[in-house]
């Protein structure tokens, strides 16, 4: 198969080259899998959204969509899958929450890249449990798109898909936009119809929360993370800021420190903000959010998330920082 993105191929900017792509391979998804059944991990992010409308509209009900709720998941993530795909879209979505089993694996666990391994693990394993149950599926699609190629050949190794057993058999894979580039995955999704809040969502990495809740993983802190990176994205957008930075979050450290809180001690946890801009992720700056915006911010995360009792802003541009924390 050629995994070359072929020299005639017009960049997709504009709605008119976006619809004409999807035709074309509406045309080739058809022809490549008749009335056969295929298989996708739709995990709500840009690139499998954009797959999963796409063959909506080639095969319809003959795509089955498996979305996995890890726990680890940004609010209100999982709800929006069900929303766009399920009630909007009419498509054969497998819903899998896999919370309790997930949080229970990464009990006590503080390195790392043990907790992306448990992660990505067990992602595997619920997907082959999933897939088990539906034999008669010949096809498995994924949200390659042409980068992945460029760094990793052909079959795009994501902890979603990658590493399934050997007695799991497939006729094929089903790549709809192996020859695109991001923004132009962006432009497509637009044109199937898409929210504009899951096209241009921001990177998310493929542990989820897992990575942004440092040191062992508890329930509490957790929902801290998810409860405050929620303020920051609601305060961003309202401000205008949703799509001019190019990720922004919260994560909150195994750590507490001494506050106040009604005239009380408080021995709590704290969040910690980032906000970077990047052309290439190899190196980021550090935006500056006007300080009466910033004040918002950490008044609603203070006095809306349970437990925590102070708020940092971290001003480390990549290098020497990376993005993420772990």
Request: proline share 5%; hydrophobic share 40%; aromatic share 8%.
């Amino acid at each position: 198969m050629e995994n070359k993105r072929p020299e005639e191929m017009e960049r997709i900017t504009t709605r008119a080259l976006a619809d004409a792509f999807i035709e074309e391979q509406i045309a080739a998804v058809k022809a490549q899998v008749g009335d056969k059944k295929v298989l996708l991990a739709l995990s709500g992010g840009v690139d499998s959204s954009v797959v999963a409308a796409l063959l909506i509209k080639a095969i319809g009900k003959n795509l089955i969509n498996v979305h996995v709720n890890h726990g680890l998941l940004r609010k209100g993530e999982p709800e929006q899958v069900i929303e766009v795909f399920q009630n909007q879209m009419d498509a054969t979505l497998v819903y899998v929450d896999a919370t309790e089993r997930f949080l229970t694996k990464l009990e006590g666990v503080e390195e790392p890249e043990r907790k992306r391994k448990i992660i990505g693990e067990e992602f595997i394993r619920v997907f082959e449990e999933e897939a088990r149950k539906l034999p008669d599926v010949d096809f498995l699609a994924q949200g390659t798109i042409y980068p992945d190629i460029l760094e990793s050949g052909p079959v795009k190794a994501h902890h979603n898909v990658g590493g399934l057993p050997e007695d799991i058999h497939f006729e094929g894979l089903v790549e709809p936009l192996k020859f695109l580039y991001k923004d132009e995955v962006r432009v497509v999704g637009e044109a199937l119809g898409l929210p504009a809040n899951m096209v241009y969502r921001q990177p998310f990495p493929g542990p989820g929360l897992g990575v942004r809740c440092t040191g062992a993983i508890t329930r509490d802190r957790l929902e801290m993370v998810r409860e405050s990176d929620a303020i920051l994205r609601e305060e961003f957008a309202n401000a205008g800021l949703e799509g001019k930075v190019w990720q922004y979050f919260t994560l909150v450290p195994d750590y507490k420190s001494v506050g106040v809180k009604n005239n009380v001690r408080a021995f709590e946890n704290f969040v910690v903000i980032r906000a970077v801009n990047t052309r290439d992720a190899m190196t980021a700056t550090i935006e500056e959010i006007p300080y009466d915006l910033l004040g918002r911010i950490v008044n609603r995360i203070i006095t809306e998330v349970p437990g925590i009792n102070r708020v940092l802003y971290d001003l480390t541009p990549k290098p020497t920082g990376t993005i993420e924390w772990e």
